[in-house]
């Protein structure tokens, strides 16, 4: 069966390298991320002559959920022609919505494809940390309002998304050290091949 991977989780958990690592290791892998679409947000902004802030209420109205719509479609395209399409992107909202899911699950049904989401588990002063190494300008905002950014966000696994009875349907990548990642991607590639 063919498989949409989600990996997810709260910005600087480290989700891109987590998922390159695992499109090497998959076999029939089309890889996606969501930044590559930041250009063209960068270019709405300047177009409405709004400061770049990607957690402003403009870009929560008017941008952020046109990407992920955006993504999903590419996604569901590529489901198409190859066997396993992963996204990267933090899908913070989505992966709680549990109509959100169930409405993937339906597209992905017609693809005859299943839904993974690989929830990468870190520490928050790890994410702070890799956040300040990054140097982002899209991190700009959470660093200088710390307290109130981590506030906002949901650092808990999405436990809802676990149906016991589907080895692959939510799987946790524990990315805080080397130690950790190397395990965890063992594990989950052991899983998904």
């Known amino acids: 069966m063919k498989k ?18 695992l499109a090497e290791a998959l076999c029939h892998v089309v890889y996606l ?5 930041i250009i063209l947000s960068k270019q709405i902004f300047a177009v409405a002559g709004e400061e770049y802030n990607r957690s402003s209420d403009f870009f929560n109205k008017n941008i952020r959920d046109y990407e992920y719509e955006t993504i ?5 395209e590529a489901l198409d ?3 396993i399409v992963l996204i990267n992107a ?9 109509g959100y899911i169930r409405g993937l699950k339906e597209k992905l049904k017609e693809k005859n494809a299943s839904l993974v989401v690989v929830w990468v588990e870190t520490a928050i002063d790890v994410t702070k940390q890799r956040m300040i190494g990054r140097n982002s300008e899209r991190d700009t905002w959470k660093l200088a ?19 016991p009875c589907v080895k692959d349907d939510l799987l946790i990548f524990k990315n805080s050290n080397d ?6 991607l063992k594990e989950i590639v ?4």
């Open 190 to 193: 052991s899983i998904l091949d």
């Open 4 to 21: 949409l991977i989600l990996v997810t989780s709260p910005p600087a958990s480290g989700k891109t390298y987590v998922s390159k690592k």
């Open 81 to 83: 022609y190859d066997d």
């Open 145 to 163: 309002h710390w307290d109130e950014y981590v506030a906002g966000r949901n650092f808990d696994i999405p436990i809802a998304l676990d149906d």
């Open 179 to 184: 130690k950790e990642f190397k395990t965890s």
């Open 72 to 76: 999903v479609a590419l996604a569901l």
């Open 33 to 37: 991320d969501k930044d590559t679409l």
């Open 90 to 98: 933090p899908f913070t909202q989505e992966i709680r919505e549990l």
